[in-house]
């Protein structure tokens, strides 16, 4: 039987049905297995990537700024704050969209206020790929004014913070300073840039397309910075700097260093330097300036140290309060080196020995002693080591171990030579002296109360060197360190500064004492590195400084008079006419 046409068309048909079907099958069978492998590639494989893009344009970030820590001295006064301003920045992608460029006048008017050339501030803008750059970093508000009145598209002002020092070149030394990102590079500021920094809060939450918060994602509270006190007072501070800084100047000195250490705590209450520089404006800043010489700089301190000879001998039990020292005829040859004083002053009591301030005094002491003792009285007191304070640089100075030394190097040794020390370290010594022999570590920050401290001399012994003091300033070397209604003790020093070979032209004035003596209350130590002039002992430049710095402080601290038989009292009197 024949096939008819349209039967056969028909089979074709069907057939042509079924293979676009099972085709459109797997097609469909492959997309879906194309989106089921790449929902698990995206699931399970790689999520990441769109979790992140789908977080950029939800989330949203808010940080909550913290100041840095303030720095206030021991009554509260501040010496290192932060102040909000504001900081000029730019958008060059804005800027060029904006044609924020078409109008040159105001660009030349903008590199005025700061100072700058246009076409360096031009250039900063050029690449309009950019979206972010500074143009002036922590400007004034009469700046930040000006700017913003200038409407240039593309340019934004931010706050930040800027750190300010009211007292300026006062305190530069001890508090330091921090760069323009508000991190500690100098002084206190970075030795506790960690504690005064703090960290900022962040609060990170979602919103939907409306804008609308649906989600707290994360608070981070912000942790505040804390706020140093130190020991510091700054009243002390600007007196001691502003009598320093005029002998310095008076006397055409290099350099010159005061301290004043608290006996009775180990606290220092003022650290001060000349030359000094203003921390709020380091624009021509030099570098010698910023040294912190009061405990940077190791000096021979000369016949500031035989009362600690004197000292070594009582301990030693080598000399007697009351012994007489023949020191005739003025000189003594050791070796084949000469030690001498400029007269011949015949037997002296150790007394003397200090008032007068001889080298063959004290070199005779010292050679009784021995070294070894001379030397572990040194290292007893401090000298070699550090102080305590725990600022940036501070010198340990030099002494010695030298127990085979020649008996010429052990009697410079007692008044002042081979062994150098830093001023802070000088006026840690004295104040163990004041302290009747106990040591306690100096420190820059408030202490609550004295601390135990260590006794490293006998009593007895302190105070009779103490006493021995005393008369150096009422009848001795140290005339002009009295202070009137005070009773002072006190060590003038005068020491040549070595050179390559030997010893030079140039000196070191210095003057060490305590006051009060009936109550030690403050020891200070001036140096006066490099005088110029006819005036170049440490009874002459150091001494009258060490007085006038002693006196205000005694009465600033409202410490009472001890010794009122060198003033005059006036009493007020009423008088008027009889009718």
């Known amino acids: ?20 079907f099972y085709f459109s099958m797997l097609v469909l069978a492959l997309v879906f297995g194309s989106l089921v492998a790449r929902a698990a590639y995206i699931q399970v494989i790689e999520p990441e990537r769109l979790i992140y893009e789908g977080d950029r344009r939800s989330l949203r970030a808010d940080t909550t700024a913290v100041q840095r820590g303030t720095i206030v001295d021991r009554n509260g006064r501040e010496l290192a704050v932060s102040v909000p301003v504001q900081t000029v920045w730019a958008d060059p992608q804005r800027v060029h969209q904006g044609q924020g460029l078409d109008n040159r006048e105001r660009w030349l008017a903008l590199a005025e206020v700061f100072r700058t050339d246009v076409d360096d501030l031009l250039d900063k803008v050029a690449d309009p790929g ?28 931010k706050t930040e913070s800027r750190r300010f020092y009211p007292v300026g070149e006062i305190t530069a ?18 030795i506790y840039d960690s504690v005064l920094t703090g960290t900022p809060g962040e609060r990170v939450y979602r919103k939907d397309a409306q804008g609308r918060v649906v989600e707290e994602v994360r608070v981070v509270a912000a942790e505040q910075p804390k706020q140093l006190t130190l020991s510091i007072d700054q009243r002390l501070q600007s007196l001691a700097y502003a009598e320093l800084k005029k002998a310095v100047r008076y006397h055409q000195a290099t350099s010159g260093s005061a301290v004043i250490v608290d006996v009775q705590t180990g606290e220092v209450l003022a650290m001060v330097n000349s030359p000094s520089y203003n921390p709020n404006n380091r624009a021509d800043l030099q570098a ?36 007489v020292i023949d020191t005739a005829p003025g000189w003594l040859r050791l070796g084949g080196r000469r030690v001498s004083d400029p007269v011949n002053r015949g037997k002296l009591t150790v007394t003397e020995v200090l008032k007068e ?43 010695q171990n030298r127990p085979r030394s020649s008996d010429f190097e052990t009697a410079t040794l007692s008044y002042g030579y081979g062994v150098s020390v830093t001023t802070l370290q000088l006026a840690q010594m004295y104040a163990i002296i ?8 100096l420190t820059v920050q408030r202490r609550e109360g004295a601390p135990a401290g260590e006794r490293v001399v006998s009593e007895a012994n302190a105070k009779a060197v103490l006493g021995m003091l005393e008369q150096v300033v009422l009848d001795g070397s140290g005339k002009r ?20 070979g030997g010893y030079g032209d140039e000196y070191v004035t210095l003057f060490a004492g305590v006051a009060p003596v009936s109550d030690p209350r403050l020891a200070v130590v001036v140096t006066i590195n490099e005088p110029r002039g006819d005036e170049y002992y440490g009874s002459d430049v150091s001494a009258p400084v060490f007085a006038e710095i002693v006196g205000d402080a005694l009465r600033l601290l409202n410490v009472p008079p001890d010794n009122l038989e060198d003033t005059q009292l006036k009493v007020a009197g009423f008088g008027g006419a009889n009718d």
Do not use: C, W
């Open 1 to 20: 039987m024949a096939v008819t046409p349209n039967r056969r068309n028909k089979k074709m048909t069907a057939k042509q049905g079924s293979g676009r």
């Open 130 to 157: 950019r979206r972010f750059v500074y143009l002036e970093r922590k400007v004034t508000p009469a700046v930040a004014e000006f700017v913003r009145q200038l409407g240039i598209p593309g340019i934004y002002l």
């Open 173 to 190: 030394h001890v508090v330091g300073f921090t760069d323009i990102d508000g991190r500690g590079i100098e002084g206190l500021e970075a």
């Open 288 to 323: 010698h300036r910023m040294r912190n010489r009061a405990v940077t700089d190791a000096y021979e301190p000369g016949s500031t140290v035989k009362p600690l000879t004197v000292l070594a001998g009582l301990e030693a039990g080598a000399i007697t309060a009351d012994q």
């Open 357 to 399: 301030s001889s080298n063959v005094g004290s070199a005779k002491i010292a050679l009784a002693t021995g070294i070894d003792k001379m030397l572990a009285t040194y290292a007893a007191v401090g000298f070699g080591n550090d102080t305590g304070v725990a600022l940036l640089g501070e010198s340990y100075g030099i002494l």
């Open 434 to 441: 004041g302290n009747g022999g106990i040591q306690r570590p």
């Open 481 to 500: 360190a009295r202070v009137r209604g005070y009773r002072v003790a006190g060590k003038t020093g005068t020491s040549r500064k070595a050179v390559a």
